[in-house]
């Protein structure tokens, strides 16, 4: 009985690593849609007519009926709606992806639409020889198309393409500046010596600019910062006195919007300053 036991765990391994062997051997697929125009099963050919990204419709009139294409289609979640690339086959080598490889038969450029011809296999020509010119299909195929004909796996009638996902769009992004464009006197301290500077601030949004002006060679200074709610940053760049100097000033703006007091960072060492809005 253990042997008997133990041949069936042998056959249940070996029977599921073959089963994931074969899953990991099935090719990725996807589905193209178009509209069947006809099937001739002499030949097991389907002449189909999809829709054409509008960028293509500018130069679909290039080709000539007869010519070898391959059709690059867009895709979401597993499905191609339209296609948005035509190129002759001997100027594609893509062997994958979202692709149909086929013959140029037309194209309406002012409908946006594209008609060609593939080979089909049996089982697809089964089903095609029941339906009707005008019946919109779904058919499937691998990603892996190496040529020189297209290849399809499967079928489906009466099947149209499902709504395209809605484009994600990303709310802008919301501005809780409050407003300091204006002039102020900033009382700030540099390594322990107290400076007044006159500071015009402009702002834009978020961002803002001006320049600030002190004494002996504090002037013209380019003032660069942001203001994020009631937290302001501000600063500038002092090459008077050598190497330049970042004096980065950090401060809350009080509720009345007349006041900022914050922290001096100059080399590493802060200091306490207090902004006032100039009275207008």
Known sequence: MTR????FIVIAVMALGQASLAAESSPAM???FAELVSFDPAARTMTAKA???PHVA????SFAPGDRVVLVWTQFGGEADAVRYVAREAAMDAESGYVVRARFVGADAAAGTITFV??????VARTLATARPGTPVRVGAPTL???????????ALDKT???RPEPVVEAPPVDNSRKVADPWTVDTDLMGNAVQLDCVFTQEGPKLGGTCNGPGPLANLEVTGNIDGDEVTFGFEVTSFGPPLTLLHKGTLDADGTSIKGTLNLMGTDSEFTANRDQQ
């Open 4 to 7: 008997v036991i133990s041949g």
């Open 30 to 32: 996807f589905g193209w």
């Open 51 to 53: 829709p054409l990204e």
């Open 58 to 61: 500018r130069y679909i009139g």
């Open 118 to 123: 593939t080979s089909v296999p049996d089982g």
């Open 145 to 155: 198309q190496p040529g020189p004909d297209a290849v399809l796996a499967s079928v």
């Open 161 to 163: 393409a499902p709504p």
